[in-house]
C-alpha cells in the first residue's frame, strides 16, 4: 500500500490539523511546488468504498450498505487567473493534460478510450455546470490515487467527487454534501455507464469508525451504522481477482443491461399491482422498484408507521418478492424486446425510449426481469437485516452475530452469481477459498465481473486468512506478483471517513 497513514491517523490530521505529519500529504505540497511553482492553496481527499452488502441494487432506489475505505484520491490545487486546466498525476502511468476553461469553452469528454482524466473532466463539468459560473477560474492541481483502478473499490467515483470538490473550492463555493453527491452522480454519468448514486454519496458523505445505510428514494438518506463490538473485533479484508472489465465494452451487455432489466421489471411490476397509473408512477422518471413499492403499499393506506422501520421494510420486501414470482413466474428464461412491450401495450422503440436506452445502449436476446427482480428485493432484505443484526450487535451473543452477517454476504455472493449474474470463475473461486480459510461471509463487491471480493473475517484471524489466500489464489494465477503489488491485491480494512478538505493555516 502507497503510504496512506491508518484513517484514525488521516481523522487526526484533518481534525488537529497535523497534515505536516503526513508524509504522503507532504510529498504531494513539495511536488507540486516542483510542478508549478508555487504552493497549493488546498488539498481535498475522497476515499474509495466498499460495498459491504447491497449490490446493484441503488439504481432501483434500494437501500445499500458500504463503507468508505482508507485508499483514496487527494488532489492539491492552486486557482489562477489563467483559463488553463492544468493537471498532472503523481503516478507517470497517468499522463498530464491541460485544457482550455475559456468562458463557453465546452469540455469535451471522449468516453471512447479510457483516460484517466476523464473522470476530472466529469466533475470538473458537473461542478461548473452546477454553480453556473460562466468563467471558471483557472486551476493547477497535481492528483495522488492510492485506490486501485478498475478494481470495484470505486476509484472512479472517488476520483469524480475530488474533482468536484475541488473545482467548487477553487470557484469559491462548495456546494452542501447532497448536492455535491448529486452532481457526481449525474456527472459520472458522461464516461458511459448508466451508473446509481452508492458511490459518491459513501465518498462524501462517509463517517468515521461506521458503516453507512443509504436510502435514495424518496430522498437520499445516510444512516450510519456502527459494526457490532464483539471479541475478537471483525475486519474486512478486501481481495482483488484483477480480472478487469472495462465497463466502456461490457457496458452494454453487463452493467447497462442490468439497468435496462430492472427498470423494464419495475414498469411491469408497477402493472401488475395495478399502479401504473398512479401518477406517483406514471410520472416520475425513471421508475424504480422502490418507487413501485413504496406506491402500493401507499395505495393500500399503508404508510408503514404501523411498525418499526425494519420490519416495515421486511414486510414490504416479502411481499415485493411475491409480486414479482406472479409478475414474471411465467417467463422464467426472460422476454424479447417485443415480448416486454407487448406485455406493457406499448412498442419495443417507445420502450427503449422510456428507460433512457438511447444514452446507454444495450444488447440482449433476452430480458431476464424475473430474476432481476428476485435478486433486486432480495439482496435488500439482506441489506436491512445486516443492518439489525449491527444494530442489535449487543444483545445477541457476538459469535452468532458474526456468524449471521457472514451468512448474509455468502447469500448475496450466491445471488449475485446465480440470479443476478454479476459474478466471473476468478470471484466464485476467491470466495469459496476465502470460505475454507476461515472468512465467516465473502462476496463480490461493486459491479462484479471480476475486480474485488470482500470478506468478513475475526480481527485475530486476518493474517493467517490473508496468507492463505496468497497462497491459494494469488501465487496460482500470478506467481510473479509480490511485494507492494501484491499487498494492494488483498489487504484489510476498516471503515474510513469522507471527503474532506484541507488548507494550510
Ligand atoms: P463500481 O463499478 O464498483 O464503481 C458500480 C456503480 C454503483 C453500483 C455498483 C453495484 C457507478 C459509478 N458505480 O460500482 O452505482 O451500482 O456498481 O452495486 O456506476
Ligand atoms: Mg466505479
Redo the contacts with the bound molecule.
Sequence with gaps: MAEVPSYDALSDIYSSGLLKHAARFQALIEEFIATYGARPDFIVRAPGRV?II??????CGLP?FPMAIVPDFIIAVRATDRRRIQLANRDPRYPACDYSCEPGSAVTINNTTHNWANYFKCGYKGAVEALGCAGPRGMQCLVDGTVPSSA???G??ALVCCAALATMKANGRVLPQPDVVAVAVAS?RYIG????????TISIMAQPHSAMFIEFDPALAVTPVPFPSTTPPIAFVIANTLVVSD?AVTAPVC?NLRVVETRVGALLLARHLGIADRPACRDVDPLTFKIVMDEYFAAQGDDGSAAGEVQTWIRRLEAMLGAVQQAFGAHPCGYTREEMAAALDTTPAALSARVHEGQFPVRAERFKLLQRAQHAFSEALRVVRFRQICEDGGSSSSSSSLAALGKLMDESQASCRDVFECSCAELDELCALARRAGSLGSRL????WG?CSVHLVPQDKVAGFIAAIKEGFYSVHFPELAGGKLDEAIFVTAPGTGAAFYTFS
Design positions: 460495498n447491497g449490490e446493484h441494487i441503488d439504481y445499500v470495484g473499490l470505486s472512479s467515483s459520472e455507464t448508466n451508473g446509481g448514486g452508492m458511490d459518491q465497463k452493467y463487491t461493486g459491479a462484479g475486480g
